[in-house]
Every structure is written in C-alpha cells, then in structure tokens.
C-alpha cells in the first residue's frame, strides 16, 4: 500500500478531493504514509481517528481526514473540510459518512482483503 501512495503522490495538487475506502486494516493509512513519504514528509503517520484531521506541510500539502468515529453528516460540517480544499489536497478516509457532502471525488481509491493480499480498485471521476 505504501508503494501505491507513493505512486499516487505525483499526481496530487492542492484542491484534489481523495477517497479512500476499505474495511477496518485494509490499508487506508498505510497508503497515506506513502503519498506523504513521497512527498517528503519524514515525521510520523498515524491514523486522525481520534483528532479526525491531519495537516502536513507537505508540497503539495495534505489534509488526512478519518471520518470513522463521524455519526451523524451534519458532524462534518464543524470540520470545515471546503476551507482545506482551496489549499489541500484532501485524503478522506471513510468517505461515506460524509453523506453526499463534498460532491464527487477526484479519485477514489478502495480497498479490499483478498485471499493473497489486498484488492485495489483506483477510479478517476472528474
């Protein structure tokens, strides 16, 4: 996962919406750490479970958001996650709980268990 991320690093831009979904371990983070790797980000990567928002000062830089611990969509609104997108490049784990609320990704990315490994499944759609 970490090699993909950091395949998917060069292409990045301030203002690119990512989705990245999968079960609990597939991965998600791991690929985040790769992308931020790649950007030259050498500092820890951990999951925002609990902070839900990560900012690195990375070129391009990177907002990690992890949405897993989001009930309800009105909850993603205190994020002010439209704000991070004028400057960002947002990576949003558990991209369901935004309820429709950021429109459509500029990639999603998902993730799966499979009997040798993981299954990854990248889709460009706008």
């Known amino acids: 996962m970490e090699d993909l991320g950091g395949n998917l690093a060069g292409d990045l831009k301030a203002g690119d919406l990512v989705f990245l979904s999968g079960p609990l371990g597939a991965g998600k983070t791991t690929l985040v750490r790769g992308v931020l790797r790649a950007l030259g980000h050498t500092g820890p990567v951990r999951s925002p ?7 690195f000062a ?4 990177v907002c990690h958001v992890d949405l897993y611990r989001i009930e309800a969509g009105h909850e993603v609104e205190d994020l002010g996650l439209e704000d991070y997108l004028e400057t960002h490049a947002v990576l949003i784990e558990w991209p369901e709980r935004l309820e429709g609320r ?5 990639l999603r990315v998902e993730i799966d ?7 990854v499944k990248i889709s460009t759609l706008k």
């Open 49 to 55: 479970t609990f902070s839900l928002v990560h900012l």
């Open 102 to 106: 950021l429109g459509e990704p500029d």
């Open 58 to 61: 990375t070129e391009p830089p």
């Open 113 to 119: 268990f499979a009997p040798d490994g993981r299954e």
